[in-house]
């Protein structure tokens, strides 16, 4: 069955702080991965794109990892502001048809206090 | 580019009646969109897939007659919930992708619509 699962489910920190977000999967035929920021009340916003051959991608303060081997990935947030504050959902892409599908996980919320 | 709307942003209804909900792609033909609904405190779940011109293809448990889809042009897509009632409340989302550009399967999300039946 093809999963995605997150860890933590919530998380509390420091403005300034540095903070690492997990994701692991069980999707396949793998296509890419996609970690999104969504704002409360809002659709999300993509942060990063990562294929199979890529292992790191960074957008700006946001920095995506992936290791297909162990079917994981992180998103690595550095000097978090308080707009960090919001649900960061991790997506996997298998492969089929014209549209592929979308498998979302459960999303870590992250909140930044001051 | 590839802007994805709403609207509207919020709407409140009372039960048993219909709200319609608009998806428009701005800036590209969206050959498929995707609506999907999300839950407080849950990730989005999808609820049909529409492709320009043809018959939306509705996930399990979706009840069909209750969730009507329209996709009429490449730019706009329609929900329309019917004989609403209060456990339809809920933020309703719809995405847009092309094969156009951007990656494979990318799929460009709108801003969503909080719907509240009363």
């Known amino acids: 069955k093809n999963q995605v699962e997150q860890s933590p489910q919530s998380l509390i920190i420091l403005e300034g702080k540095n903070c690492t977000l997990q994701c692991n999967y069980t999707v396949s035929p793998f296509s890419n991965l996609r970690w999104y920021k969504q704002d409360t009340g809002r659709g999300p916003v993509s942060l990063t794109i990562?294929?199979?051959?890529?292992n790191t991608k960074s957008n700006g303060r946001y920095t995506a990892t992936l290791d297909a081997d162990t079917k994981q990935s992180s998103l690595h947030i550095t000097a978090s502001q308080l707009s960090d504050s919001a649900s960061y959902i991790c997506?996997?892409?298998?492969?089929?048809?014209?549209?592929?599908?979308?498998?979302f996980g459960q999303g870590t919320t992250l909140q930044v206090k001051p | 580019g590839a802007v994805v709307s709403q609207h509207p942003s919020r709407v409140i209804c009372k039960s048993g009646t219909s709200v319609k909900i608009e998806c428009r792609s701005l800036d590209f033909q969206a050959t498929t969109m995707f609506w999907y609904r999300q839950f407080p405190k849950q990730s989005l779940m999808l609820m049909a897939t529409s492709n320009e011109g043809s018959k939306a293809t509705y996930e399990q448990g979706v009840e069909k007659d209750k969730f009507l889809i329209n996709h009429a042009s490449l730019t706009l897509s329609t929900l329309t919930v019917t004989s609403a009632h209060p456990e339809d409340s809920s933020f309703y989302i719809c995405s847009a992708s092309t094969h156009l550009m951007g990656l494979p399967y990318e799929q460009y999300f709108g801003p969503g619509t909080r719907l509240t039946v009363t």
């Open positions: 990562m294929t199979f051959s890529e």
């Open positions: 997506v996997v892409i298998t492969r089929g048809g014209n549209t592929g599908k979308l498998i």
